[in-house]
């Protein structure tokens, strides 16, 4: 069992950063080896693979973010960061952290909306 909590959420212009922040906890839970997943989500749209962070700390991002997102993480507070730089409209979603188990069972953070207004 994992519970997330999940912050950084706001409104910010374009051309703007923002970063946001997932803390895990839960009994037994070793976060350091589990690779820690972002998704983001728009109203009617399927949630979006945005970014990947191994238990090494290797990256992987969308293609249309990686020169503007950076992921990153500390084992030692078993949290995950998202930095967003130059923000645009089209950025606007609710971001989530997530990570699945051993089991491929799915742990997801709250959410946090972003907003960039055009």
């Known amino acids: 069992q994992v519970q997330w909590v999940e912050s950084g959420g706001r409104s910010v212009e374009t051309g703007g950063s923002l970063s946001l922040s997932c803390a895990a906890s839960?009994?037994?839970?070793?976060?350091?080896?589990?690779?820690v997943q972002w998704y983001r989500q728009v109203p009617s749209k399927e949630r979006e693979f945005i970014a990947k962070i191994t238990s090494s700390g290797s990256t992987r991002l969308l293609e249309s973010i990686k020169d503007r997102f950076i992921v990153s993480r500390d084992n030692a507070v078993s949290s995950v960061y998202l930095q967003m730089n130059s923000l645009k409209p089209e950025d606007t979603a609710v971001y989530f952290c997530?990570?699945?188990?051993?089991?491929?069972?799915?742990?997801w953070g709250q959410g946090a909306q972003v907003t960039v207004p055009s």
């Open positions: 839960g009994p037994y839970f070793d976060f350091a080896i589990y690779p």
């Open positions: 997530n990570i699945q188990d051993a089991l491929g069972v799915d742990y």
